[in-house]
């Protein structure tokens, strides 16, 4: 019987597969990454918003605890944006005509909530809780960088899922004392300079019996 086929046609078929999963590899490889970049999860964007609000002004100038906005951090699952009331508690006294505090007047008068722009904003599939985090040790630095060095609001961290497990895998490495969870300025070194995480985040692990879940359900309910 006469050959269909040239002899070089298994070859053919064989590098055709062959280059047809290494393409549809690479395109997974590249979808699975795309969230790590930096320019797509918008680590280090500031985005304008209705009133330039600077937390370095506010933390590092005036002094402010991130409490005195943020009231329900240690309590619910959501820190809260502070209502307009908390802003005119000291705007109703100082820069009482500044353009830029238009839409926090506006707001005062008429009832309707600034409609900001989020920065750490999580899918709509994943818990996260706050009060949790803060009750045992986890400072606002760790998540949220160092925010009182931020003149607008910007993201530290991409807070994706390899991110987020990397602290529940090694809570030591992160944990703090509670008392010092809203502190900007804590860094862990001893009186001679030497870095004191390891055994200072070993300890506190067991003092407040930290032993946080890797399983799926923990943060996809």
């Given at each position: 019987?006469?050959?269909?086929?040239?002899?070089?046609?298994?070859?053919?078929?064989?590098?055709?597969?062959?280059?047809?999963?290494?393409?549809?590899?690479?395109?997974?490889?590249?979808?699975?990454?795309?969230?790590?970049?930096?320019?797509?999860?918008?680590v280090r964007v500031a985005k304008e918003?209705?009133?330039?609000?600077?937390?370095?002004?506010?933390?590092?100038?005036?002094?402010?605890?991130?409490?005195?906005?943020?009231?329900?951090?240690?309590?619910?699952?959501?820190?809260?944006?502070?209502?307009?009331?908390?802003?005119?508690?000291?705007?109703?006294?100082?820069?009482?005509?500044?353009?830029?505090?238009?839409?926090?007047?506006?707001?005062?008068?008429?009832?309707?909530?600034?409609?900001?722009?989020?920065?750490?904003?999580?899918?709509?599939?994943?818990?996260?809780?706050?009060?949790?985090?803060?009750?045992?040790?986890?400072?606002?630095?760790?998540?949220?960088?160092?925010?009182?060095?931020?003149?607008?609001?910007?993201?530290?961290?991409?807070?994706?899922?390899?991110?987020?497990?990397?602290?529940?895998?090694?809570?030591?490495?992160?944990?703090?004392?509670?008392?010092?969870?809203?502190?900007?300025?804590?860094?862990?070194?001893?009186?001679?300079?030497?870095?004191?995480q390891a055994t200072l985040g070993a300890?506190?692990?067991?003092?407040?019996?930290?032993?946080?879940?890797?399983?799926?359900?923990?943060?996809?309910?």
């Open positions: 019987m006469a050959q269909l086929f040239p002899r070089g046609s298994n070859a053919f078929a064989r590098m055709s597969i062959i280059l047809v999963l290494i393409v549809a590899g690479t395109a997974i490889t590249i979808l699975l990454n795309t969230n790590r970049l930096e320019y797509v999860s918008d918003q209705p009133v330039p609000f600077s937390h370095k002004h506010h933390v590092t100038g005036i002094g402010l605890d991130c409490r005195y906005c943020h009231t329900s951090v240690e309590e619910s699952a959501f820190a809260n944006i502070p209502p307009v009331e908390t802003c005119m508690t000291c705007h109703s006294q100082i820069w009482t005509e500044s353009p830029l505090l238009e839409p926090i007047r506006e707001s005062y008068r008429t009832d309707k909530s600034v409609e900001w722009v989020r920065i750490h904003d999580l899918p709509d599939f994943v818990y996260f809780n706050h009060s949790i985090h803060v009750a045992k040790g986890v400072g606002c630095q760790t998540c949220h960088g160092q925010v009182d060095q931020m003149p607008l609001m910007w993201k530290t961290n991409t807070l994706n899922m390899e991110w987020c497990l990397e602290c529940h895998r090694a809570p030591e490495k992160f944990v703090r004392p509670k008392e010092e969870v809203f502190n900007m300025a804590w860094n862990p070194v001893d009186d001679h300079g030497h870095d004191v300890r506190l692990v067991k003092e407040y019996k930290i032993n946080p879940s890797t399983d799926c359900s923990t943060c996809h309910r």
